[in-house]
């Protein structure tokens, strides 16, 4: 049986930040642009894939790809997808595959994948493997770098209050001795038994990162890990800090070559990935099944509605990044109950994207 693909539709969409993130190089951040792809085909499915960034001009840009690509993939079979991704990649290789084209093919590759699920009368956390419904989300829409003591504190029992027993909290941009006062003020105000996730936005040479490592073990924070401590793709670096064995060294989100995947299973304690980043879940899986040979823990950066899926199917999967930036695209979005995000048995993704919000969120690119 095949399933003809009869057209590629995006939308170009805004959902605000409020209030704005403050980014250490990225500056006020007030909302994400995302290019949302939708999939139709001949009789059957319509599949959804999506990607995000800061910029409306550069998602228009990804948005232009999606369209070349569109005209090449229309009549093709819709669940042929490992054939279709080779040859989107073929399309694409003088792009290098690097950035625009990879997430390209990121939003087609999720929605081909949707597709498949509706098309199976399953939901992709089964189709994939099934190892378990639900997983633990930890939060990470707040506890931001730029924020004094008071407010982490206040922030941080707030997300206690709601049901997590994880958090996030970013480092990074101050002295080392700041961020541990600020790492052991959080620890105060949650409890004991509460995970928090440092994510240092890789600021730091190696050796500054060992030093603040360090601080940290010594501290009472009690930190579950060190996330991307320096700067990204420094292997050699990233394996120093974690040779030290005095945090548990987390990352992996920016990797977006499958090439890279050994050298990052080297190089942490715990492997982050992103959907959107490595060009979907087509490469993701790939990804992943060395991973799990290296018997790592998996988790996952942003995208929870598509990544809690992912992980759900992995022996080894491990954490989602919870923020609710993308909910409003939805018409029920995922959304977590006592610090967990449950699949549910809706076929393929599970969502159904909100036709208002569309038109609503709509902007120029």
């Known amino acids: 049986m095949s399933l003809a693909i009869a057209g590629i539709e995006t939308h170009l969409v805004a959902t605000p930040l409020t209030p704005p993130i403050v980014h250490p190089f990225l500056g006020a951040r007030t ?6 792809v ?4 001949e009789g059957g499915p319509t599949g959804f894939g999506y990607v995000t960034g800061e910029s409306a001009r550069q998602m228009a840009a990804v948005g232009r790809i999606v369209a070349d690509l569109a005209e090449r993939l229309k009549g093709a079979d819709a669940l042929c997808r490992t054939l279709l991704y080779e040859q989107m990649w073929n399309w694409t290789v003088d ?10 093919l990121a939003a087609l590759d999720t929605a081909l994948w949707d597709i498949a699920g509706k098309q199976a009368g399953e939901p992709l956390w089964r189709l994939l493997g099934g190892y378990r419904r639900s997983v633990p989300a930890y939060a990470s829409e707040s506890l931001w770098r730029h924020l004094g003591i008071d407010e982490l504190e206040r922030q941080g029992a707030a997300l206690v209050e709601r049901g997590f027993d994880a958090m996030k909290l970013r480092l990074g941009g101050r002295p080392a001795e700041e961020d541990v006062e600020r790492a052991v003020a959080l620890r105060r105000a949650v409890g004991p038994s509460v995970k928090i996730m440092t994510d240092v936005l890789w600021a730091l040479r190696p050796d500054e990162a060992i030093r603040l490592a360090r601080r940290l073990a010594d501290s009472e924070a009690g930190i579950f890990w060190f996330e991307e401590p320096v700067r990204d793709g420094h292997w050699d670096g990233l394996r120093r800090v974690r040779d030290q064995g005095l945090v548990t060294v987390a990352g992996g989100e920016r990797l977006s070559r499958l090439a890279d995947v050994h050298a990052l299973a080297r190089s942490v304690d715990h492997a982050i990935l992103d959907v959107h980043h490595i060009g979907g879940i087509t490469p993701w899986l790939r990804a992943a099944a060395v991973l799990e040979i290296a018997d790592l823990p998996i988790s996952v950066h942003i995208a929870p509605e598509i990544q809690a899926h992912l992980v759900a199917a992995q022996r080894t999967g491990a954490w989602i990044e919870y923020m609710s ?10 959304q977590p109950v006592g610090g967990r995000l449950t699949l549910t048995d809706k076929p393929g993704l599970g969502l159904e994207v909100s036709s208002a919000a569309l038109r609503r969120l709509a902007v120029e690119g």
């Open 31 to 36: 909302r994400f642009v995302s290019l949302v």
């Open 38 to 41: 939708l999939v139709h085909t």
């Open 95 to 104: 792009l290098l595959h690097e950035g625009a084209a990879t997430l390209a």
């Open 325 to 334: 930036w993308w909910d409003a695209l939805f018409e029920e979005p995922l």
